[in-house]
């Protein structure tokens, strides 16, 4: 190993990571405070009661619905992102499982939490459409790799 601009720099040959410890564990976290965030806002997205935009009409259940897929995709994506930048052991179909169970998980909480708030309720068709959201955001993401 030789050490070259703060970085440890290993053999191509060996298949080795390239790169400095110091950055990877720093892009870990902010994949991880990102995916906080993102629940963090899709929670209080769910505490506004009666969340209803009487000037849309009949577009405001279509576009609701297109919003809870993709809040949900882009929180497994974020998931995913996070997942990546601390372990890279895993298999990516196995690693899109986990996201997708956990992502199905939180949106099953976020609904169970909607019961609570005036105004508004849970349904299991709004936790099926975050699944295809979730769904979306892991195939992407695996696909990719």
Same mark, same amino acid.
């Given at each position: 190993?030789?050490?070259?601009?703060?970085?440890?720099?290993?053999?191509?040959?060996?298949? @080795?990571?390239?790169?400095?410890?110091?950055?990877? @564990?720093?892009? +870990? @976290?902010?994949? @991880? %405070?990102?995916? $906080?965030?993102?629940?963090?806002?899709?929670?209080?997205? /769910?505490?506004?009661?009666?969340?209803? +935009?009487?000037?849309?009409?009949?577009?405001?259940?279509?576009?609701?619905?297109?919003?809870?897929?993709?809040?949900?995709?882009?929180?497994?994506?974020?998931?995913?992102? /996070?997942?990546? #930048? /601390?372990?890279?052991? +895993?298999?990516?179909?196995?690693?899109?499982?986990?996201?997708?169970?956990?992502? +199905?998980? &939180?949106? #099953?909480?976020?609904?169970?939490?909607? $019961? *609570? %708030?005036? !105004?508004? &309720? !849970?349904?299991?068709?709004?936790?099926?459409?975050?699944?295809?959201?979730? *769904?979306?955001?892991?195939?992407? $993401?695996?696909?990719?790799?």
């Amino acid at each position: 190993m030789t050490m070259k601009a703060n970085a440890w720099v290993r053999a191509p040959s060996k298949n @080795r990571i390239i790169g400095s410890t110091k950055f990877s @564990r720093g892009g +870990v @976290r902010i994949w @991880r %405070v990102a995916t $906080v965030l993102w629940m963090i806002f899709i929670f209080l997205l /769910s505490s506004i009661p009666d969340a209803k +935009v009487e000037a849309l009409g009949s577009w405001d259940f279509l576009l609701r619905k297109i919003a809870h897929a993709v809040l949900f995709g882009v929180l497994a994506v974020l998931i995913s992102k /996070s997942w990546k #930048a /601390s372990s890279r052991r +895993v298999l990516p179909w196995k690693q899109g499982i986990w996201i997708f169970c956990f992502t +199905v998980f &939180y949106a #099953a909480s976020d609904e169970l939490h909607k $019961v *609570f %708030v005036s !105004g508004r &309720y !849970g349904t299991f068709v709004d936790v099926a459409i975050d699944s295809i959201g979730a *769904f979306a955001g892991v195939f992407g $993401v695996t696909r990719r790799r």
